[in-house]
């Protein structure tokens, strides 16, 4: 046998290795890379959540203050109505010992119940504001938790990525590539609804 077919096997080897090691260097950069464009959609993601959350309590915040606007709305009626009937009352009490009540009594029982239409009217629009306030809230909260499911998705992306980066194995970094796609997925879909 000839010597020149013979192949050394250290440099076999050694060939080998820097044949491999740029496919692991770009193999290492892809990664790198997709766990980046990940890692600023979860921080989009993030803010969402946040904005949307603080929208959120804000709005709350509101209904609350209306819903307080109107109990007291709703008492001050309450309060003229009692007015009212003791007017009434009072009136019926002299009718009863055969006396003619005073005329402001009529008047002021008729004034009572004209100011009770006018918070009665007062009092409903405020809960109407607020039933809006809160119905706007509720779908902040929505949206609020559609972001955050999304933050956690691509946060277990960028985890999965890095097993991959560890590992060197590709099926787990498509494994981080799909669950990317899945919460770059939820994103759109919870920005555009």
């Given amino acids: 046998m000839p010597e020149e077919l013979e192949v050394e096997t250290e440099k076999l080897e050694e060939a080998i290795h820097e044949a491999l090691e740029p496919e692991g260097g770009s193999f290492l950069k892809a990664i790198a890379l997709s766990t980046a464009l990940l890692a600023a959609l979860a921080a989009v993601a993030a803010l969402q959540a946040g904005e949307t959350v603080n929208e959120a309590l804000m709005l709350k915040t509101e209904s609350t203050r209306l819903q307080a606007e109107a109990a007291d709305q709703w008492a001050f009626y309450q309060a003229k109505g009692i007015k009212a009937a003791l007017r009434e009352a009072s009136r019926a009490a002299w009718l009863a010992v055969g006396k003619e009540p005073p005329a402001d009594f009529a008047a002021g029982t008729k004034r009572y119940t004209e100011e009770q239409k006018e918070i009665q009217k007062?009092?409903?629009?405020?809960?109407?504001?607020?039933?809006?306030?809160?119905?706007?809230a509720d779908h902040f909260f929505h949206r609020h938790h559609g972001f955050a499911n999304s933050v956690a998705i691509l946060q277990v992306a960028i985890a999965v990525g890095a097993v991959a980066a560890l590992t060197r194995v590709k099926p787990i970094w498509f494994a981080s590539l799909v669950l990317g796609l899945v919460g770059g997925g939820v994103l759109l879909n919870t920005w555009l609804h």
Avoid: P
């Fill in 122 to 136: 007062a009092a409903t629009e405020k809960e109407h504001e607020r039933d809006i306030k809160s119905a706007e």
